[in-house]
């Protein structure tokens, strides 16, 4: 086997590249649309169901506090992590 890059390699390469610049031009969308809505809520409480706590903590837990301080969620990531510990792992 040789060390000379072969063209398909080369393409694999270019797509991985521009999936992941794609995907993260949806997640800085994602991001800031999350900030819109909580500008216009304005300390407005928001009212979730018990399916959509689920969800979101399903989610929530996969990501890791951690990420989860990092990014604009529009609940607190303490909030996501006992939704899940009283919604799901309970």
Known sequence: MTNVIQP??????????????HQQDVIDYLIEENRV??????????RFTDDQ?????????VLGR???DEIETLVTPDTLLAWHRKLIAG
């Not at 809505?37 to 928001?46: A, P």
């Not at 706590?53 to 837990?61: C, E, G, I, P, T």
């Open 37 to 46: 809505l909580k500008d216009q809520l304005e300390g407005q409480r928001l």
């Open 66 to 68: 951690r990420l989860l």
């Open 8 to 21: 398909f390699h080369l393409l694999v390469v270019a797509l991985a590249g521009w999936l992941n610049r």
């Open 53 to 61: 706590r689920r969800r979101l903590a399903a989610k929530a837990k």
